[in-house]
């Protein structure tokens, strides 16, 4: 038989996350790996959609997405980053923040252009842009602090770049991007004229800083597609809602790839958190702010105690941690030594960079509940002491 696999199968081989996951689940052990939050999803969002799926609301909605949903997306933008948005022909809701960008990339990238992504990077938004036939230029961010220079940027242009991926607050180094550091992308983006690429599902874990949507800074709402969703927010990671804001031109062609992949995304749901958005209170967004600072802060006490030195985040719910002292020759052997040691599953920090690096770190996910987060930081104390043979 001569059939083999197609030329894209290559960027969506099983993730180093879910890899983890599965073994994790193997050993009945703690799930620091995968970004899967185990907190209550609020009561205002259950009720509302218990409320949407008993009165019908079951059949396709405009594949941009409900308009009340739109309506809710376009308020909250208002209040929370100024920027003004038409809920008629600026927003698309998609299959989560992966679709939504899945689906922009599909409508304003060609085969072979370049678009530049920050190191560590997320590895969807690596696998994403290759099955749009994209190419990644990758530009490293320098610790502590994840920085990065105006002439990093410059040197990693082409004649065939196209656009730039901005992830704040991070996945996986919890890096959120100052304004000055905005500033200098959109600079750059102006004078090169590229698309900007904006994922901020993390928008509202936020710890001792201020998260700035890049869309909002004068003169880039018309070049930046901003990404966000519900997932991580309100702790629904498996209803799959998302969205991307950008300018007419852009919304419709990426609303029409969203009709052909998704066709559009699950109605009850989105009436359900639609309805939900509007009976929540705005202290409910900085009440999980403070609820996730102090887990930060627990947990990254946890892995200086056991010998595991944090890259303390600004945001999001992820900490990069040095394991280069443990037994392993790669990162995938030391969490591998983690996981048998404690029962706690992490990432291997290779999942997150290219040409061997990452090798000395492992990234963990504390988006749970405080008595489950609690027991793993128990556990990780095992590996005091713990060294590689030399």
């Not at 037994?327 to 969490?335: D, I, L, N, R, Y």
Request: glycine share 8%; with cysteine; proline share 4%.
């Amino acid at each position: 038989m001569s059939l083999t696999l197609g030329s894209r199968h290559g960027c969506v081989m099983q993730s180093e996350i879910r890899a983890m996951s599965i073994a994790c689940a193997r050993v009945g052990g703690i799930n620091l790996s995968q970004g899967v939050c185990d907190t209550p999803v609020p009561s205002a969002i259950l009720s509302s959609t218990e409320e949407a799926l008993r009165q019908g609301c079951h059949t396709y909605t405009h594949y941009a997405g409900l308009v009340m949903l739109r309506e809710a997306i376009a308020e909250k933008q208002r209040r929370f980053t100024g920027l003004a948005v038409d809920p008629q022909s600026e927003i698309v809701v998609s299959s989560g923040a992966t679709g939504a960008m899945y689906c922009a990339f599909q409508a304003l990238l060609s085969p072979g252009d370049e678009v530049i992504v920050f190191e560590p990077f997320y590895g969807y938004h690596i696998s994403t842009l290759t099955a749009a036939e994209a190419v990644p230029v990758l530009v490293p961010l320098e610790t502590p602090g994840w920085t990065f220079t105006a002439h990093d940027l410059d040197r990693s242009v082409s004649a065939r770049t196209r656009g730039i991926i901005v992830n704040t607050p991070s996945n996986p180094s919890g890096k959120v991007f100052s304004r000055e550091e905005l500033e200098v992308i959109a600079d750059f983006a102006e004078r090169y004229d590229l698309f900007v690429f904006t994922d901020e599902i993390y928008e509202h874990f936020i710890y001792d800083c201020s998260h700035i949507s890049f869309a909002a800074l004068p003169g880039m709402k018309a070049r930046t597609i901003t990404v966000s969703g519900f997932s991580k927010t309100f702790s629904i990671t498996g209803w799959r809602l998302g969205y991307a804001i950008c300018d007419a031109r852009w919304a419709t062609a990426i609303g029409y790839f969203n009709d052909l992949v998704y066709v559009c995304a699950p109605s009850p749901l989105q009436a359900g958190v639609a309805e939900g958005m509007r009976r929540l209170d705005d202290g409910c967004y900085a009440m999980l702010s403070e609820e996730y600072r102090l887990k930060r802060d627990r947990f990254c006490s946890a892995l200086v105690e056991a010998g595991l030195a944090p890259s303390v985040p600004q945001g999001a719910y992820y900490v990069l941690a040095d394991a280069g002292h443990l037994p392993g020759e790669t990162a995938v052997e030391k969490a591998h030594f983690i996981l048998d040691r404690t029962g706690v599953a992490c990432v291997p920090g290779s999942a997150f960079f290219a040409e061997s690096r990452g090798e000395h770190l492992v990234r963990f996910c504390y988006a749970k509940e405080d008595r489950v987060l609690e027991e793993a930081c128990e556990r990780l104390g095992r590996l005091r002491g713990s060294r590689a043979k030399n």
